[in-house]
């Protein structure tokens, strides 16, 4: 499969907890999103890579969020001390090209539980 | 106000039928303009970029209008297949910024 893939599909943690989560994009992408999404919602963007770079981070993103891309090759999103609002779905995408003509290709997600 | 903005639907067409929705924009700097199929509990998928001559790939057609900053798509003979939600997408500085979606119920 060459497509993005992410890992874990589904996450279930408790309120406080510490989670991970891995993106691995298209081999050839430069380019890395980090997205989040609510039931009945669009995407929201979190923070963009391009290579190793990380470039913009969302507002919406808290210090308990951090995201690296070692390498330029795969990232990880994590999320500390948990809080029941993070519950979502979390999508990677890549893509190769400049901003103005880039088509996103997404993962299947991961969708965090909080309890 | 939200940067991107689309009417939530859900827009219920009959089978055969054509159904057109727009999406607005609130930077007049954007430059690019995606469509997005996201099927339930699935990824977004690229449909088509919107080109500012508009653009036609089968039964959809894409138009862009910068004057009053929205995009618009239109699906002609409805397929049941067709049921999703379509999410708009603009390129804003170095990120895509997703409207929140109109869904589409096609109905035999």
């Known amino acids: 499969d060459t497509g993005v893939s992410q890992d874990p599909r589904h996450k279930i943690t408790k309120r406080g907890q510490n989670v991970t989560f891995r993106c691995d994009p298209i081999?050839?992408?430069?380019?890395l999103y980090w997205y989040r999404q609510t039931l009945g919602q669009g995407p929201e963007f979190l923070t963009y890579?391009?290579?190793?770079?990380?470039?913009?981070k969302s507002r919406l993103l808290s210090d308990r969020f951090s995201a690296e891309r070692p390498k330029g090759s795969f990232s990880t999103l994590e999320i500390q001390r948990t809080e029941q609002g993070d519950s979502a779905m979390y999508l990677c995408?890549?893509?190769?090209?400049?901003?103005?003509?880039?088509?996103?290709?997404f993962g299947s997600g991961t969708q965090l539980s909080v309890l | 106000r939200k940067e991107v903005e689309q009417d939530p639907g859900p827009f219920n067409v009959p089978e055969g039928a054509t159904v057109a929705f727009n999406c607005t924009y609130s930077?007049?700097?954007?430059?690019?303009f995606f469509w997005y199929r996201q099927d339930c509990r699935k990824e977004p998928k690229l449909l088509m970029s919107?080109?500012?001559s508009g653009n036609e790939d089968g039964r959809f057609t894409a138009q862009l209008n910068r004057a009053s900053q929205y995009i618009s798509l239109l699906i002609r003979d409805s397929k049941l297949s067709d049921s999703a939600t379509y999410l708009c997408a603009v390129t804003g500085g170095n990120k895509l910024t997703f409207g929140g979606g109109t869904r589409v119920l096609v109905k035999p």
């Open positions: 919107v080109y500012s």
């Open positions: 995408a890549s893509s190769f090209g400049t901003p103005e003509t880039e088509k996103l290709f």
């Open positions: 890579f391009q290579n190793e770079a990380q470039l913009e």
């Open positions: 930077n007049s700097a954007s430059q690019s």
């Open positions: 081999s050839e992408h430069n380019r």
